[in-house]
């Protein structure tokens, strides 16, 4: 279920939308850093390019980062004992991009006037780059072109003594997405913005407190599941213990549905609701909606097995592994020779033909983004003998970007945002196309359907319905100047 | 399906058997190496450690070598530009050990008095170390322990002047498990031992002659299935054609069952037999054999989950994914630190609970080899609310060693030859606990049942019934020396 | 000459001073980086660790920044041809400690509001650390421990709009020795503390202006030599030609008289004056100030042969090479075994003993810092069969620590700060020690004599009579952070 | 004296001659590997592109090989503890080409039916090439191009049963130049070749034995000089005691006058004769040869400072460092980009200027090969305002090829052997040019003159008179194949 962001070489699949990141903080448990580190490895799927970890020892703050993958770079035991001490914090990233790119890896650290500080961040500012021209305006001088650098900046230029003050005052002017976990010399401090978009859970772990993106990570050290921070919460871990705080305006939740969908791993629940059982939901919906005469339900491997078997038990039709996936992919800075390169999505999927071969088959896909993959897939399949081929998707249809920490190709080329279905359903070859609607899935997250007025849920990638205002996008800050320190 | 041979960490999972080797081979197509990287890369799961390529362009050999996977080293197009020609032999290798480690990995080359030859090999000689003695005696001198070397010695100290006869001279000398792939100046050569014991097939790619270990590579470029080689057959290619020669005494047949059960990928076939289809009907078997009351079927990914879908299908009972695998394991020389290490199966897997709580579970594996990821495997399920968790086992107990290129522990390290089904269920921990039987084993590949007279397969793992003498497991040859060249 | 600044296994030598770093810049020459490696090649001995590179392609600035030799990092032509552009500067380090290194090698660099801006700096701040304190109470984030960046913060906190009156406005609030280039979208700067205690000299190469530390880089380059920079001088570069500004009050002049002791290369010059050949007159002051009768003159190899040779010379003695000295040495990240380290200083020089046997030498060294190459030396002369060693010392004794960008031990591990020229005699185990007395040195560079009441030069290391305030040696700031960021 | 055999960047310097090779051996001491790895260090200028220890504890064989330096290889406590044993041998190595480098790196190890045998050689084989075509017809692989790999196979394939008699058998058959030691289960021997082309040396330290190449090697483990091994001599060390052997049909003495010239370190000494002091002898001899009015005598750095000396003192002229060396050259795989490369000789030398310009100068180097240095030199020192340039080599001119394990050019590209002195000195651009005559060489070395009829030297790349058959240079032969084994 779980390495689906990843194209046949490694590299980010293009066809998939990306989470950009993960994030976990824990405080008061011995090795902090090994906890730390295997709750990344949970959260993998998150972001594979890189991942980091900051310590603190009661003097001083470690911090390693490295390109690739936790299990790749923190399970040595002279990289733990480099990150020593009873606290930690630590971050999976999707993407990092060109030569400076350690420079983006979080968590990021600095030693501010009243001691140090390590913040770690999932989501997405929406005027980072207007307050970022502010700040260099007034000094600051930026490292990397992250967005979690202007809060650390906002942080640092705060003239508030106290560090929870300091990050009241710096989250109070950025607008967007964001989940975040910070240490200091005192404090591990959990926070999530008014909305709630990205997810952030607490757990306990024999008496020392956890923070992580998913409760799956909470599974792997075998922590018990508390609850989840509230939009707007920001709880603040000291050894005295846990003080809720919600110092920023009320704002209707608003959690991202793609969560759902496809972010999180199957075995993770929000809200007391598990995201596999979400996922056999849809596909029971979908075959409500959409039901079609077929012999055989066929998931596209890994992420939309969920989903396949929904629909085959709502359908009453046999289900069947058709598409094997080679899960050995190179990983690390490929350049894929041309006549691999058309060989194109053999190398990740190969069909069943003993499965395929003189059936009509149902296949079941999570989602559609540029569709290409789709495309091949759908041949893949018809060379394979399949009499009929017909798709079902576990999503509506995307047709907008995510500016919430989401990795989305710009509106233009997703396939949804310049195609009718019936024009979708011609290019990828299918004998028909199905789309969940937008009420159908809000039905599988348990609600009656979807609040027009209100909704329940950010879905703005399905309906361009954005819940907060989004600054950098208009005006002259649209320009993003890439490479702001070589 | 694929990625079941590592633990963890990236290491060989020792809980499981492997497959020593895959290979491949083509003769006239442009870019052989690049198709020989992406056969590679399609028999990745029969070697993760290493892979190697030797090409001829009509002048010069060229070899590469590297430790790692085939998608991490082979897709560069630097890389491939260093082995020019219209012809290529490969090789995936399961275990590369210590230092001197790249010295093991295949092709080897020599250039002999005749020319150079290069030649690639799954299997395992049973008298190899017997003859490396005699070789020495005569002045060869040995740069590895690798069995291949063996033949490669015996083919250069031949006084035969053709290749072709020097080959046979060689592996008329050998005795064991052989399926090989070499290249000379003229010829690409695919020869398989008398009894067949492991696979090699022959494709077709716009009439380039390709041989590969399993289907899945000829899907992979696009090639035509045209036959498996026949046990003791071997195929000459020039570029005359193909001449098919059977130069070694006539013996029955003993392909290794082994693959059906567990080796080949879920969408290879072998005699025309789908691998998928034979462990669905393994599934079937199991469910007739030893069905039980019960809620779900839930597979241990990815390997049981073909068997788990038939014995769902057989038994009438819902099939789920309880538990979900993580893929992101670190891949390279690991040493995982002590606290990470002991939370042991979790890193890989995790239960489910949304599934599990509260059923009664059939548990569905490939096979039990030492039976500790077993404990492991059935104490998280009951964590997560299992009521009852009954384990079925898609083969028969393994209870002796392989001798024939598959990696197996010491005898007395198997768990079914020092305990009884009842005491496996009772250490295990399990509320039932059954294997196939043998017979029901055979009946899914297709037979009425085993002939025990003359067995229709190689099946020693299950039944210590082995096809050929194992010379070096007799007397002072036994006490291999581990390091015949620093 | 030049090697002298390792120990036998390539760290720095701790019984010798070290420059800090050398730099160099260059304006309105195409391949202005391939221009700055060769003149950082050329100042290689004033830091060996480290080096860096930025260039403005009128679009963007590049930065190169490595651990390592120059030729090891800088002659490739791909690292070249990511530094493209008309303008460069560059920078060798001497020393960089720890993980976080290569945030302290230089160039650094700023995306300033007014536009990017980069500089790299010789010598050394002596308020440094009390200004750090106060730009991070103002909220700056620093990424090192370097000097250079407290100078880049003072820049970017700067309120004035123009780069040239930023750039003054923070020169004029640090105390020090700093002799720095930088670039800005136009133009290239020079600068020099008031009492140019660093060195900085300006060239021309067919009509693009070159800065450095030395004119030995203008030689390599083939550029000619125009003139110093000034003490005070800041020399700013455009398109538009060259301007002289003198920003800061007047102070007297107080050049490192070290520079000619030690750090420059013999093949430079400093105010017109050759330094190999103030090295030759520093031994003819030496041998008329502390003749001895002997047999033969023997130079400590390298940096002690210009001198041996002057005294010679004078004293109308041969000179011959007595030690021979393994240029060899492993230069990175080397963790010597016990058993070799004990071999000390035979792994760099050995006894050459044709010449030195039955013989009463005088040896010739630059310098004694802690004194404990010297032991081992002399004892290696009187295993080779010395009958008498006389040792000459060209230079006085080194007493006190320098502040002002050369690697100094702290005062107490300073030999001559704790022991009389006889006690030291004594321990080193020679005949008879001398030093040159501090108005030798004078009369070597060209003065009558030292002027006391107010030095023509910076005599601080054997006088304790430093030029500037220690702003930071005294107070709390003296307790320096050693880890800001880590 | 010592790093003379590197071009700028790093790479063999292709205008100066190159030992190919230096070896050490030690028998019963402690840490055999730390002292072989001292020696080796002490004999790096024999070799500077790779190195490789074999130790012997008793029981294992244990082989290390790096490409680089000692220095940077073989001084971690990790490495030297790979290397147990009370013996073990040692080699440099000065140049290894392509991908397969390490191949070639010695000491080569097999593990022969009688036990495991380590050899090292330093010297060349003149039938190598013939005799390797023989071995691979009898069936014997070979791994590398190297000669000694041939000395192996040979050992390898003698049908004697004792090591010393295989070794002697062996060394029978090859032709040309060999100093070589080796480490069998019992014993360590070496054996330098019936002329003693090549030098080999036998110490003492506290009882243990020592081979090495030169005795400084000796100097710095602290060990006692014992004696040459005499041409044509094996000597065997066991735990028993020291055995000479004199195998070999006798033959006149050729030891190589090279070594004098400029091979081996000036602290060494061969026959009782210091290298320093023949080449300060040499120096003279030149003077008394080839005088000439001038006002300085500038050697160029390292090889032409002792000649120089010798030159200055006999001609009663200042000796005076004219010219300035960079030490600091980038060391390993460097591409040096054009823009840089045509900086030629200045990245290493600069031009004293203080000391050349208005002079007249007598530059002595040791020997001119290609004469491309000499020509840049000449210029640099015209560019510097020397007023006059006379050169003086301190050795025959170079005509012809050496064969006997030194890198030569091949003898078309030699200068002197397609110009005749005056047609040097014009090329050169020097007002005057002379070489040492053949005889005052012989006189520098304590001869009274050559003997024609039978030279008491190996000087064959001086007169053309190679003392060995050279096989390999006549016939079939002559075509070397270069890739053996990929």
């Known amino acids: 279920m779980e390495d689906f962001t990843t194209n046949p070489f490694g590299g980010p699949d293009d066809d998939k939308l990306h989470e950009e990141c993960?994030?976990?903080?824990?405080?008061?448990a011995q090795n902090a850093a090994a906890l730390t580190a295997l709750g990344l490895h949970a959260l993998q799927h998150r972001g594979q390019e890189a991942a980091g970890i900051s310590s603190f020892d009661g003097a001083h703050f470690f911090t390693e980062r490295h390109i690739g993958l936790v299990g790749d770079n923190f399970t040595k035991p002279s990289v733990i004992a480099r990150l020593p001490g009873d606290r930690a914090i630590g971050h999976?990233?999707?993407s990092t991009t060109g030569?400076?790119?350690?420079?983006?890896?979080?968590p990021l650290f600095a030693e501010l006037s009243g001691g140090g500080f390590a913040i770690a961040h999932n989501g997405n500012l929406t005027n980072a780059m207007t307050l970022q021209k502010e700040l260099q305006r007034r000094g600051s001088i930026f490292q990397s072109t992250s967005d979690t650098e202007t809060i650390l900046h906002l942080v640092a230029t705060s003239q508030k003594t106290q560090i929870v003050d300091r990050?009241?005052?710096a989250l109070g002017r950025i607008e967007g997405a964001w989940s975040l976990v910070c240490i200091s010399?005192?404090?591990l401090i959990g926070a999530r913005d008014p909305m709630g978009i990205r997810p952030l859970i607490m757990g306990d772990l024999d008496g020392a407190i956890v923070f992580a993106s998913e409760t799956c990570a909470l599974d792997i050290i075998g922590a018990r599941f508390v609850r989840e921070l509230e939009p707007g919460e920001m709880v603040v871990v000291t050894e005295s213990g846990i003080e809720s705080l919600k110092p920023f305006a009320p704002a209707p939740s608003r959690f991202c549905i793609f969560e759902y969908v496809y972010f999180a791993r199957p075995d993770s629940a929000f809200g007391g609701t598990s995201v596999y059982q979400v996922r056999k939901r849809i596909g029971a919906e979908l075959a409500a909606e959409s039901g079609v005469d077929a012999d055989?339900?066929?998931p596209v491997p890994d992420s939309g097995t969920p989903s396949a078997i929904g629909f085959a038990e709502a359908a009453g039709l046999p289900f069947d592994l058709g598409i094997i996936r080679n899960h050995y992919i190179g990983r690390t800075f490929i350049e894929p020779s041309d006549s691999i390169r058309h060989m194109g999505v053999k190398l990740k999927h190969n069909a069943n033909r003993s499965v395929i071969q003189g059936k009509r088959i149902v296949l079941v896909d999570d989602s559609i983004v540029r569709g290409t993959t789709s495309v091949k897939i759908v041949q893949m399949m018809r060379d394979a003998g399949?009499?009929?081929?017909?798709m079902r998707i576990a999503s509506p249809p995307t047709t907008d970007s995510c500016f919430y920490g989401v990795d989305t190709p710009e509106k233009g080329k997703l396939l949804a945002s310049r195609m009718s279905i019936a024009e979708m359903s011609n290019y990828i070859g299918v004998d028909s196309l199905a789309f969940l609607t937008i009420d159908g899935l809000y039905r599988a997250v348990g609600e009656a359907k979807r609040n027009n007025e209100l909704p329940q849920y950010c879905d703005a990638c399905f309906t361009g319905a954005y819940p907060t205002v989004l600054t950098d996008q208009s005006g002259e800050a649209n320009v993003?100047?890439?490479s702001l320190l070589a």
Do not use: C, D, P, W
Not at 22 to 28: A, D, I, S
């Open 22 to 28: 993960g994030v976990f903080g824990v405080f008061g």
């Open 92 to 94: 999976t990233r999707y």
């Open 99 to 106: 030569g400076s790119g350690i420079r983006n890896v979080q």
């Open 167 to 169: 990050l009241i005052e």
């Open 185 to 187: 010399q005192k404090k």
């Open 296 to 298: 055989i339900v066929i």
């Open 386 to 390: 399949a009499t009929e081929v017909h």
């Open 480 to 482: 993003r100047q890439l």
